[in-house]
């Protein structure tokens, strides 16, 4: 998924309905990211997880490029 420039991989975790890693593929620290989840255990639609995409870049320092 590509969010504002910014390239992620959102992956469902396995036996777990509902919960989403987004690892920031693009982002200058490999294997960095989040995850995400929903309370029904259902899928998140796009504009939900690019909500989310965009309130985590807005934390991570450019420095860094990690939330400090």
């Known amino acids: 998924m590509e969010v504002d420039g910014e390239r992620f ?6 036996g777990e309905p ?3 890693e987004l690892r920031w593929v ?3 620290n490999a294997d960095y990211g ?3 989840s ?6 998140q639609p796009n504009a ?4 989310a995409i ?4 807005s934390q ?4 860094t490029g990690y939330i400090e």
Do not use: C, H, K, Q
Not at 38 to 43: A, H, I, N, P
Not at 60 to 63: A, N, R
């Open 9 to 14: 991989d959102v992956i469902e975790r396995d």
């Open 18 to 20: 509902g919960v989403f």
């Open 26 to 28: 693009s982002g200058p």
């Open 34 to 36: 989040f995850a995400t």
């Open 38 to 43: 929903t309370s029904s255990g259902e899928g």
């Open 48 to 51: 939900e997880l690019e909500d």
């Open 54 to 57: 965009r309130n985590f870049l």
């Open 60 to 63: 991570v320092d450019p420095s």
